[in-house]
């Protein structure tokens, strides 16, 4: 039985870059070579490059800080707080591979998420009685979307700096996929009343989808 090839550091840091959490790893990676910080200062400077769309727990960016600093990817000193009196503090810094592995990560392919999202599970199974109930789930996502939509608009115009020109793109890109569930989700809407209105036999009603 020929024996497994151990995978060499540059392989081994590719894999985890195309992982499930690989983008929040590279984002932390950017935020540390940044500027140092400790895991709550990051976490909170994460979810606001990142936005409300994504879901930054503090545990999670916790755990990626440690798994980050296995790899020798950043490293953490225990620094005094400005404040006298309180416990001193872990801060976490760049180390020499700090660079290379982010601009490995920004040239990585990854892979697009699979979609799973909960409606389409339900709409898969649903039974003629279920109509009502997953009108009113649609109905609730997208207000949900709407309201995410409306905190994530772009700017679109000309911007100061890199940063904020990279900032607006990510708001433009999530603010387009947030168009899209809406845009769905009142499509659906319409079809499922449209469908019980022919099955009850009255006329159809023309309807638009919410904007």
Sequence with gaps: MAQARTKSPAEQQRQWMRGGSASMRGVLLGLVLERPGHGGDLANRMLVRLGDTWRVDTNDAYRLLEQLEREELICSRV???KSSGRRP???YHPTEKTAAALTMWMETLLPREPVRFGLHAKLAVARAEDAPRLMVALRDYEQKCLTLAKMVTPNGGAQAS???LFMD???EAVYTQLRAEIDWAATARQRIAE?????SGQPAQSSKPAR
């Design 79 to 81: 620094e005094p707080r």
């Design 89 to 91: 503090m872990i801060v």
């Design 162 to 164: 890199w940063s904020a």
């Design 169 to 171: 793109c990510t708001r």
């Design 195 to 199: 469908h019980a209105r022919r099955q």
